[in-house]
């Protein structure tokens, strides 16, 4: 019985990890490329559950965004008979290196169940094509000036940049070669500079040559994504606008504006200077220790009375000055209440 029991438990294990059947496309990848990770679960067992959310909501936690990035939208199928569900994600590096991919909690099912991955080695270079190539400066740089230089910084570097805007704890310096920088709460987050009478089209294969193949493109726009730098090239009515922005800096930012515009106000206690004093919350009136209805502690007697036949506690002595009584002490005291 106890066999069979065994052999029971075996075979859910293993048809539970069939069921995932989890998939890497490829466990070697340069920095620009993407790797492509899917796995099959049974239908639904917890049907108020939103799998695209679930999944979205895995992927971004701080953990997970520190090495990875999510390429376009998770793809979702639901087989229409089986009601059985294929998940599919598209995820480009962050940093290079021995990385785990995410772990996906699949919790559309009952139990604590997930999906793994295992690892994937990422290179420090990108290919072109069949090439390696080194990685591009614009990961550490733009115009010559560090991503996360502050203000003060770039305006000493060189007379000729100018501050041309302020506003919400965002500035924007435009350098004398045309290059305008945008920092937000005193760090160099983005760039942005326009090629005039440049078209997209003849300068797509110059781009492409620099940072590979793009992650996605339409017929106005192609966009990169190297690590934390993400590139966008645009066409313009008079050019090619290209767009540099450090998501690591960016997002730092974006998530210290809710903090002190949303959680700070939420979490702000109600009784500060200035509150009402008719809706502040009153005082706990409750004493540290419960009061009780006998004498202050300081001046108990020595010695209280026994509770009929209750076991007595031994005599607490009066102050700190008068010595504890020795175990032999108290198992007299206590042999002779027995017998009285």
Request: charged fraction near 25%; include cysteine.
């Amino acid at each position: 019985m106890i066999l069979r029991c065994a052999l029971l438990c075996l075979a859910i294990g293993t048809l539970a990890a069939a069921q995932f059947n989890p998939r890497v496309t490829d466990r070697d990848i340069a920095f620009n490329e993407s790797v492509r990770v899917s796995f099959s679960t049974m239908r639904p067992q917890l049907e108020h559950i939103d799998i695209d959310r679930a999944v979205r909501t895995s992927l971004e936690l701080p953990s997970v965004q520190a090495k990875w990035r999510l390429i376009g939208d998770p793809e979702i199928k639901q087989n229409e008979k089986a009601k059985d569900v294929m998940v599919s994600l598209r995820l480009r590096p962050r940093v290079a290196g021995q990385l785990a991919l995410p772990t996906i909690p699949v919790t559309w099912l009952e139990g604590d169940r997930s999906a793994s991955f295992g690892e994937v080695t990422v290179a420090e270079h990108i290919t072109v094509g069949t090439d390696e190539r080194p990685l591009p400066k614009e990961l550490e740089l733009v115009g010559g000036y560090s991503w996360g230089s502050s203000q003060s910084d770039i305006l000493e570097r060189n007379a000729g940049n100018r501050v041309v805007s302020e506003a919400g704890g965002s500035v924007r310096i435009v350098t004398p070669a045309g290059l305008t920088l945008n920092l937000i709460g005193d760090k160099l987050a983005s760039a942005t500079l326009l090629a005039k009478n440049l078209d997209l089209a003849a300068a797509e294969s110059s781009f492409v040559q620099r940072w590979g193949s793009p992650s996605s493109e339409s017929a106005d726009s192609i966009t990169w994504h190297i690590g934390w730098l993400e590139v966008v090239a645009v066409r313009a009515t008079d050019g090619t606008e290209v767009h540099l922005t450090h998501e690591g800096i960016e997002g730092s930012a974006a998530r210290g504006r809710v903090t002190t515009e949303v959680f700070s106000l939420l979490e702000d206690t109600v009784g500060h200077a200035g509150a009402n004093p008719e809706t502040a919350p009153a005082a706990d009136p409750s004493p540290a220790q419960p009061a009780t209805d006998g004498p202050d502690p300081a001046e108990a007697p020595a010695e209280a009375p026994a509770d009929g036949d209750a076991e007595a506690a031994p005599p607490a002595p009066a102050d700190d000055s008068t010595p504890a009584p020795t175990m032999d002490e108290i198992e007299a005291e206590l042999h002779r209440r027995m017998g009285e």
